[in-house]
Structure formats: C-alpha cells, structure tokens
C-alpha cells in the first residue's frame, strides 16, 4: 500500500491509499475559503455526559444528486481532486470536532464547557458511486483495513485526541446523507460514554473480553468463526439484527493486528456484511461500529459491533421512549433467532 498526502484548497489534509504505485496528487481548484469550525462540547451535569454542539454543521451537503456527489473523483464538486483512487481519507468539511475551533469560555450558566479539539475525517472505500463494502473486492477491503489502521495511529498521536472511532453508516434509514460508499473516522477529545461503561465493566471483572468471547464460542448464537476472529449475535443483543466481531488476541486497536489477522477480518467481515444484506433480500441499513481502546488504557479488546435498524421487511426499529428516554432497551427479536437467521443467510 503506497500513502501520498496532500493539502485541499481550504487547508483540510487528505490521503489517499493506494494499492498500486504511489502518486501526484492533483492540486484542488476550487479555491475553498479556510474552514472555520465551531465544535464545542458542554457537559451534562445529570449525567457527566458529553454533548457536542456544532451548529455550522446544519448547512452540511444532504442527499446531492450522484453527477454532484463531492466523493466521486474529480468534478467540479468533489472532495478528492484526482480523477481515481483507491481508498481515500480526507478531513470532514463539517466536522463535529476539530482542533481548528477558536477556544470558549470554559463555563456556561455553570455548565462546564470546551472545545470540540478533535478531528473528523470521511474515508471513501472506492471510486465507484454505486458499490459498497459488501460488493468489493477481498483485496480492497484489506487495503481499507490497513487505511483504518494508519489512520488510527495518526489520529491517536495528535495531542488531547482520547478514542479513535471508526465507523460506517449505511442506508437512508440510517441517515445518511451521501450514497457514494464511505465511512467515517471521529477522533474523540474525550472518553465516549458508552466506552467509560465498557472500562468500568473490565475493571471490575478482569479478563472481560476473553470470558465473553469464550462464553459466545461456547454458546448457540455464533455466525460465522475463523482462526483470529468470531462473529456472533450477543446475548444481550440490543437490535433487531446486530453482531459483534471480536479478535481472538487481546488487541486494543486496529494498529495491533497482525498481517494474518487482517487478512482474515477482510474475509470474515465481508461475509457478515453479505449475510444481513441477504437477510430481507435488500440491501440493509446498518451501523458499523469499531470500538477500540482509548489512550492510555488497553483493557478494552477491539471489536465491531454492527446492527441494524430493519426489525421486518418493512418495518423500521424506532428509538422511543423507553430507549431514548431511559438508555433502557427493548428489542422485539430473540438473539437465538437472529443468529439462526444470520447464519442461514451464508
Ligand atoms: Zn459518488
């Protein structure tokens, strides 16, 4: 994989991934005007939780038709000025973090308040508008493997970055604002909530992840198993389709995987993806969620945890009261069901 890094017009970096030789990257000629982000994070004082605020992002490009679609290579429009690329990674034009914001005052009406210091980036998975993961190539979604890691080891050496997350969400239902196949990068300047829960759970029951993956080995809900890696539907799944894919060795992030174990990731992942796209005969909305440990503290395993939203055919999973209310789940899908169904899809 040959790296090349450059600047676009209005200072934001990009980097593309190739899979063959490297190359000269086309200068940007849209002569954007310098982004000025305004991403600030307040504290709820009921929950400890961090809220990010980012009203600049409201006038965010939504749902352009596909000749306009700024991750499509080279228009007038896009985001990447070269006329191909393999795997691209740029920093998001309307970020919900990034170390460019202006400092704030450090309180409001006795809320504490900060900078959003953190940085956001999109990463196109490939030049071609109507693909998706589950479509490319083997040997592709291994270059985007090796793309999350190198981009999980920068992002994690810039200064007051806590939790690099690498996701994907797919599917309008999912909100999604740009059909081109891309993900996402948020390097945090804080500890997500869900993952301080996570710690606190290891904390308290050391050799977590190694007792969860045994008892899930063990169990009836498996998708599908290789040598490095598992798939299952969790016990205490929260969605209507959901699986979680863990590593076999403790690794706290994407930088620790060895060349064998991302080989066969590229090929486990791949045949997930294909499983719940097969499931209802379309293609399925989905988050892809890699939970990976944050600085300083490794006792978090990396995994994905992917789900969906799609409880029927036709029917959509709404977060309501109970679950947006009260973080208190209800999910109208028995996870020994749902694995049945996931590995009958294969
Ligand atoms: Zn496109």
Not at 186 to 204: G, I, K, Q
Request: net charge negative; with cysteine; charged share 25%.
């Amino acid at each position: 994989m040959n790296r090349t890094r450059a600047r676009l017009s209005d200072g934001r970096e990009i980097v593309y991934y190739d899979e063959g030789p490297g190359r000269v990257p086309v200068p940007d000629p849209r002569g954007l005007r310098p982004v000025e982000p305004l991403c600030e994070t307040r504290r709820d004082p009921l929950t400890g939780d961090h809220v990010t605020i980012t009203a600049h992002r409201n006038t965010r490009t939504f749902l352009p038709p596909a000749d306009q679609c700024p991750l499509c290579p080279g228009g007038p429009a896009s985001e990447i000025p070269d006329p191909s690329y393999d795997v691209v990674a740029f920093e998001n034009r309307f970020p919900s973090f990034d170390v460019r914001t202006p400092p704030v005052p450090p309180e409001i009406d006795g809320v504490p308040r900060a900078r959003g210091a953190g940085r956001c980036e999109v990463v196109c998975f490939t030049d071609d508008h109507s693909a998706s993961m589950a479509q490319l190539p083997l040997s592709r979604v291994r270059t985007i493997v090796d793309a999350w890691a190198d981009r999980t080891a920068e992002l994690s050496a810039i200064p007051g970055i806590r939790q690099v997350y690498v996701f994907e969400n797919r599917g309008v239902e999912i909100g999604v604002t740009l059909h081109h196949p891309h993900g996402q990068i948020y390097a945090y300047p804080f500890v997500t909530p869900r993952t301080e829960r996570m710690l606190a759970a290891a904390a308290a029951h050391p050799g977590l992840f190694e007792d969860v993956l045994k008892a899930e080995r063990e169990g009836g809900r498996v998708v599908l198993a290789g040598e490095h890696w598992t798939a299952y539907v969790p016990a205490a799944a929260r969605w209507p389709v959901e699986a979680h894919l863990m590593p076999h060795r403790h690794v706290p992030d994407f930088t620790a995987l060895d060349a064998a174990e991302r080989d066969e990731l590229a090929v486990l992942y791949r045949d997930l993806l294909r499983r719940f796209d097969a499931l209802y005969g379309a293609p399925l909305p989905y988050v892809a969620g890699w939970h990976q440990a944050p600085a300083g503290n490794d006792s978090l395993r990396l995994h994905l945890e992917l789900f969906s939203i799609r409880r029927a055919p036709d029917k959509i999973k709404y977060l309501a009261g109970s679950e947006s209310g009260m973080a208190a789940w209800i999910n109208d899908v028995s996870p020994e069901d749902a694995a049945a169904r996931l590995r009958a899809a294969g």
